[in-house]
């Protein structure tokens, strides 16, 4: 999975979080390192942070004079699916600061199956099973 995320001011927050989560080192490169001055110095231009399970999350701040997304995390949902038991650890480490909207439970189907939206606002399902 590689997904990227936009913040206002918390990719480098997020992608440290994400990685205290699914391991990995983040790779971040500010505006200030690209000759940006004044309060955008400081944002993150571009972040990444490859976790050994292969995932990749690249995240970046937008800038002052740009528009944010709207509605939420901008309408983004990330899903991680498989039979790893890895997935329930990601699960209860996701929702610490965030909201469970259904635990991590059996379901009809079959499969154990959970939702939150975590402290930054990034709505994630996983599906185990």
Known sequence: MTVYLNFRGEAAEALNFYASVLGGEPQIMR?????????????VM??????PNGMRIMA?????????????AGGVSLCLHGDDDALRGY?????????VGMP??????????G??????GIRWSVNIG
């Open 60 to 72: 970046s701040d937008i800038p002052s004079f740009m528009e944010a997304p709207t509605g939420g």
């Open 104 to 113: 991590l439970e059996k379901q009809m189907w079959g499969a154990e199956y």
């Open 115 to 120: 939702d939150l939206v975590d402290k930054f």
């Open 31 to 43: 505006h200030g390192e690209m000759g940006a001055e004044g309060p955008d110095a400081d944002l």
């Open 46 to 51: 571009h972040g990444q942070l490859d976790a």
């Open 91 to 99: 699960f209860t480490a996701l929702s610490e600061g965030g909201t």
